[in-house]
């Protein structure tokens, strides 16, 4: 099982987002995970395509974009565009969401489906064979430093089944109070691309906290692994 580390810019301090990035960097990290919210679907605005062209330039980091907007579709070809190579998309907001997900592959990028909380794991069955990641919320989005809701453990698994159950090795990412003391219990779960943010951009050094939060979740990993030999 290979888990990998996703910090999200949304607790990164933007006045100086470029060494921030520069730190998780060093520290391990596979991805850059970048929150974009309209305030509509979400109580919260935060970034634009300009800021992921920044960041395409300033790191060697694939760039993870989750759109946290009412219509994801209008915002996909200006993402990539951008730089984004993963672009997740909600459910919740997506009627034609077989249709949203060709557009973002057709345009080169991995496709994602988010789920908030309250949203059931059916709503995946029909394009579970096509995704190309799945991410669950932990916390109700909009805002970052929220508690892990507990119960977004047994979503992990029931998702981690559906796609095993489609045939389709997609891994399953998380978003919401991922810490040193939630990080065991996700990757158990099935959890394998971990989004953080205030757990690694509101400490002292960015880049030791990703390290650790990394090494967690190694351990974590191999825990799983050793009890299957």
């Not at 690694?200 to 906290?209: G, K, L, N, V």
Request: hydrophobic residues 50%; proline residues 6%; without cysteine.
């Amino acid at each position: 099982m290979n888990v990998q580390v996703a910090p999200s810019i949304l607790a990164a301090n933007f006045a100086r987002l470029g060494a921030e990035v520069a730190a998780v960097e060093r520290g391990g990290a596979d991805y850059v995970h970048v929150d974009v919210m309209d305030g509509h679907f979400v109580p919260n605005l935060t970034v634009g395509p300009a800021v992921v062209s920044s960041l395409k330039a300033a790191t060697r980091l694939p760039i993870d974009v989750h759109l946290m907007v009412e219509q994801p579709d209008r915002f996909v070809e200006a993402f990539v565009e951008a730089g984004a190579a993963m672009v997740s998309v909600h459910v919740e907001v997506s009627p034609h969401l077989d249709r949203t997900l060709s557009l973002i592959k057709g345009l080169g990028a991995r496709a994602g489906v988010v789920l908030n909380p309250a949203t059931p794991v059916g709503t995946l069955e029909e394009v579970a064979d096509r995704v190309d990641y799945v991410l669950v919320m932990s916390v109700n989005p909009g805002f970052g430093g929220q508690a892990f809701l507990p119960s977004s453990a047994s979503k992990v698994r029931r998702i981690r089944t559906l796609l095993d159950e489609a045939g389709n090795r997609a891994p399953v990412e998380i978003d919401g109070g991922i810490d040193l003391d939630t990080v065991e219990q996700v990757v158990r779960a099935g959890a394998e691309i971990l989004v953080a943010g205030s757990a690694i951009f509101r400490t002292p050094d960015p880049a030791a906290a990703t390290r650790a939060l990394r090494e967690a979740a190694d351990r974590a990993a191999a825990a799983i692994g050793a009890s299957r030999a």
